[in-house]
């Protein structure tokens, strides 16, 4: 209640971002809302995340972009609503600037300290790439889309059916099905550093 659809913003293998607004008696803010392809809502255990995700999004870590809600309506299904961050993915907003090497590695370690935050609220990220970290008018990084998220421990346990993960940017483990772990998102960091510091990209299917 309270969220409408403006206009497309973005499209993936799992489904379509949307800038919405939020209107209550109080304010009003933009947001961005996920829908999901018929073939990802597989993932029935996502709605049992939407009460955690709150959580971590409620510790107010600035290169997070907050989780505010998410469920299933009946035109759209299931759906989760984010902030909203203005600004430019990360690897273009590095060519758009020539950004430095030493820059770059600023921006990364606050990228690393928003996945240990998450981590320290026991969520693995899984889908840790360029194209899911934004950079503000100010200049810092946000972490996007946790919409394939998993808790840590149980929960990381690989189930049978589809898998989603973007391939060069997926862990061994994530690529074989086997178990998650921490280790995951840690293997995607390392991807994302070698493109910032190599200028060189890799596939990136989005």
């Known amino acids: 209640a309270g969220f409408e659809i403006v206009r497309p913003i ?6 379509d971002v949307y800038l919405g607004r939020q209107v209550t008696d109080h304010f009003e803010r933009d947001v961005a ?6 073939t ?10 939407v009460a955690e995700l709150r959580s ?8 997070i972009a907050g989780f505010i809600d998410g469920g299933i309506h009946p035109d759209i299904g299931l759906f989760l609503i984010t902030d909203y961050v203005d600004g430019q993915l990360l690897l273009e907003w590095c060519d758009d600037r020539s950004v430095t090497r030493d820059i770059r ?4 370690g606050q990228i690393c300290e928003a996945v240990q935050h998450a981590h320290s609220r026991l969520f693995i990220h899984c889908d840790i790439k360029p ?9 810092q990084p946000k972490l996007l ?13 690989q189930q049978p059916g589809p898998r989603y993960f973007t391939p ?4 061994p483990e994530q690529v074989r099905g086997a178990d998650l772990s921490i280790a995951t998102d840690v293997y995607s960091l390392g991807a994302v550093l070698f493109e910032l510091m190599t200028l060189k990209r890799l596939s990136d299917g989005a």
Not at 56 to 63: F, I
Request: no cysteine; hydrophobic share 40%.
């Open 33 to 38: 809302i996920k829908t999901f392809h018929p």
């Open 168 to 171: 060069a940017y997926a862990s």
């Open 40 to 49: 990802a809502t597989v993932r029935e255990d996502l709605l049992s995340d």
């Open 56 to 63: 971590l999004s409620q510790m107010n870590l600035p290169n």
């Open 10 to 15: 973005g499209s993936g293998g799992m489904g």
């Open 131 to 139: 194209s899911n970290i934004m950079v503000d008018e100010n200049n």
């Open 145 to 157: 889309d946790f919409g394939i998220a998993s808790a840590i421990g149980d929960a990381a346990k």
């Open 105 to 108: 590695l600023r921006v990364f």
